[in-house]
């Protein structure tokens, strides 16, 4: 079993940045997909941006152009750098590691870190 733990969450004024890490507990092995989702209250779950083992990435289009994906694999993380936040961007967000094959093998979740942004 691998447990992520994400960091970097807190409050922010709007117009401000954030930087989260998620860690995982280990090396996975195999083709993955990296995710960050958010929940906001009363909302449902929503996939912000996702990191492919071979580099390739995708954004959901409230965040294109301000949010960026990235991941250290030598360090086993994978980074959202969050800039020009708004007060829309307050959620929890949540990393996760999942395999790419049908049906996956494994699908890892984070415990979720707390972002709240100020107007």
């Known amino acids: 079993q691998v447990q992520l733990v994400e960091s970097g969450g807190g409050l922010v004024q709007a117009g401000g940045s954030l930087r989260l890490s998620c860690a995982a507990s280990r090396n996975i092995v195999g083709i993955n997909v990296q995710n960050w989702y958010r929940q906001a209250p009363g909302k449902q779950r929503e996939l912000v941006a996702g990191?492919?083992?071979?580099?390739?990435?995708n954004y959901a289009d409230s965040v294109k152009g301000r949010f960026t994906i990235s991941s250290d694999i030598t360090k086993n993380t994978v980074y959202l750098q969050m800039n020009s936040l708004k007060p829309e961007d307050t959620a929890v967000y949540y990393c996760n590691i999942k395999d790419t094959r049908t049906p996956p093998r494994y699908d890892y979740w984070g415990q979720g870190t707390q972002v709240t942004v100020s107007a």
């Open positions: 990191i492919s083992i071979l580099g390739r990435r």
